[in-house]
């Protein structure tokens, strides 16, 4: 069964700490996309990956980090430097850029106090 | 970078009813996608659609790419059909994408 898994689904963190998001996805995409939804709002873009091992800021970048060292995985560091985190982050993939259908996983709503 | 407008922003209906979502754009675009967000937070594909029409159900939506602007067409609405509907697009050239809209919030009534 293909798709996108984020976990966990909730998280709570302590101002200060960093956090990490999962983001699995099995449809052998090569793309992957990090976006950020606050309430009321439509989605915005962190972080993009083209392929492994390379990935490019999106426009709200600041104060989180990624990694892609698979194809398979694109991790999203929540950092103490984010100065709003609480949010809910979705993850995307598609077969490649430049004009393909993207797919979301499920999201992962995080709470910071 | 591109701009994406969403109206209304706010529809509320009875069920059975028809409706039409308006999606414009700023720029020209090699994607552009519909998505119905669940109460859950999930958002569900409904169309690719970077120009033309399609349907699927009840559903349907055109693309006029030259004109800058796309619709999607609700018919016979349920109430499953609530939630938020966004237009979301690719800028041509563009590595990016995608840019979304602000979304319509849209509520049916029993």
């Known amino acids: ?113 | 970078g591109i701009q994406v407008e969403q109206s209304p922003p706010d529809l509320i209906l009875q069920e059975g009813a028809n409706s039409t979502l308006r999606c414009n754009f700023s720029d020209s675009v090699n994607n552009l996608q519909w998505f119905h967000q669940n109460p859950w937070g999930q958002l569900i594909n409904l169309f690719y659609i970077p120009s033309g029409t399609k349907q699927n159900g009840r559903l349907s939506a055109t693309t006029v790419a030259t004109e800058r602007y796309s619709l999607l067409y609700i018919s016979s609405s349920q109430t499953t059909d609530s939630g938020v509907y966004f237009c979301a697009v690719g800028a041509s050239g563009s590595a990016r994408q995608l840019t979304f809209g602000s979304g319509t919030q849209l509520t049916v009534l029993p």
């Not at chain 1, 983001?23 to 606050?38: K, T, V």
């Not at chain 1, 439509?42 to 999106?58: A, E, M, T, W």
């Open chain 1, 1 to 113: 069964d293909g798709g996108i898994t984020q976990s966990p689904k909730y998280l709570f963190r302590k101002e200060g700490q960093n956090v990490t998001l999962s983001c699995e996805q099995n449809l052998n995409h090569d793309a992957m996309y990090w976006y950020r939804q606050d309430p009321g709002q439509g989605l915005r873009l962190i972080y993009y990956s083209q392929i492994v091992n390379d990935f490019q800021k999106g426009d709200i970048a600041e104060g989180y980090s990624v990694s892609r060292e698979k194809k398979e995985s694109f991790p999203l560091t929540v950092t103490s430097a984010q100065k709003n985190p609480t949010a809910f982050y979705l993850c995307a993939s598609s077969i490649g850029q430049g004009g393909y259908e993207q797919y979301f996983g499920p999201g992962t709503r995080l709470t910071v106090t």
